[in-house]
């Protein structure tokens, strides 16, 4: 009678741990559930706000990292909860599993460096998918923007993948507005006030032409002489464009200015070279013409 006492006691055990079990699990189950709810809910409310489609898109790609998160941590903790009921020592595995974590690292720190920077980038909002980057001695058209990396392509067509660890500056030539510089070099002997009041008419007959009137946002900024440079004197300008169009707007009012030089007689010079020669030269280079 008393092994039965003590079959059923210990059966009772079993059945009882065995029921601690299924709740941590369908708690565990329903607290992930639950939490990849709620931070779905939350992104789609933030995203309802934004316009921008990359911002929508940054909103979807933090909240998948954050669900992420969310279930490995609530796994973790469930594990660790169902192998104690199990009767399994959890000292030794956590104590290896810091020692092998402690291992992967050291040598895998450039990857977790990748993927923090990643997330900074992300959660910053530093880069976005159709800026054009600058990064190091890269630069193009942000294609893709993940924890990992950042993939660009050049104006050649050319793809590049830089690792996020490896990002330290961040030159984003796609935010708010930009600066079309133009340094344009006029000959010693002309009339700098004409080639700058030129400057302002072929600018103002741009901003009226309908293809280029919502590129450029304001007038051209007259900086002034800003070198004399070894056969030009240098005048630099600048207009505020929108993003991504102060390449395209360069180019056309170069373009426009070289015509509008040539009706007015500027010359645009090319490089020159004056070679003076001394006394004794000259008077043997001349001795030399004069012999039979």
């Given at each position: 009678m008393?092994?039965?006492l003590v079959n059923l006691q210990g059966f009772g055990g079993v059945a009882a741990s065995m029921l601690r079990i299924v709740g941590i699990v369908l708690a565990a189950w329903a607290l992930i559930y639950l939490a990849q709810r709620g931070i779905r809910g939350l992104r789609i409310r933030i995203a309802s706000r934004m316009d921008d489609r990359e911002s929508v898109k940054r909103a979807e790609t933090l909240g998948r990292v954050f669900r992420y998160l969310a279930a490995v941590v609530v796994s973790l903790i469930a594990g660790i909860l169902v192998l104690s009921e199990l009767g399994v020592s959890v000292a030794p595995i956590l104590g290896a599993a810091g020692v092998v974590g402690l291992a992967v690292g050291f040598g895998a720190q450039s990857l977790v460096k990748d993927f923090f920077t990643g997330f900074f980038l992300l959660l910053e909002n530093q880069i976005r998918q159709g800026d054009v980057v600058r990064l190091g001695e890269?630069?193009?058209?942000?294609?893709?923007?993940?924890?990992?990396?950042?993939?660009?392509r050049d104006y050649d067509g050319n793809v590049h993948f830089v690792p996020n660890g490896s990002i330290t500056s961040v030159v984003n030539m796609a935010r708010g507005h930009a600066q079309a510089v133009i340094d344009v070099g006029v000959a010693y002997g002309a009339d700098l006030d004409t080639a700058m009041a030129l400057m302002h008419r072929v600018a103002a007959e741009l901003r009226l032409d309908e293809n280029f009137a919502s590129r450029i946002l304001d007038d051209l900024e007259m900086a002034g002489v800003?070198?004399?440079?070894?056969?030009?004197?240098?005048?630099?300008?600048?207009?505020?464009?929108?993003?991504?169009?102060?390449?395209?707007?360069?180019?056309?009012?170069?373009?426009?200015?070289?015509?509008?030089?040539?009706?007015?007689?500027?010359?645009?010079?090319?490089?020159?070279?004056?070679?003076h020669l001394s006394r004794h030269a000259a008077a043997v280079q001349t001795v030399d013409q004069k012999s039979p």
């Open positions: 008393s092994d039965l890269h630069a193009g058209l942000v294609e893709d923007v993940t924890l990992r990396y950042v993939q660009l800003e070198r004399w440079a070894d056969s030009s004197v240098i005048l630099r300008a600048r207009f505020r464009v929108a993003p991504l169009e102060q390449w395209t707007v360069r180019r056309e009012f170069l373009r426009r200015l070289k015509y509008a030089f040539d009706d007015a007689g500027i010359e645009i010079p090319f490089p020159q070279m004056a070679l």
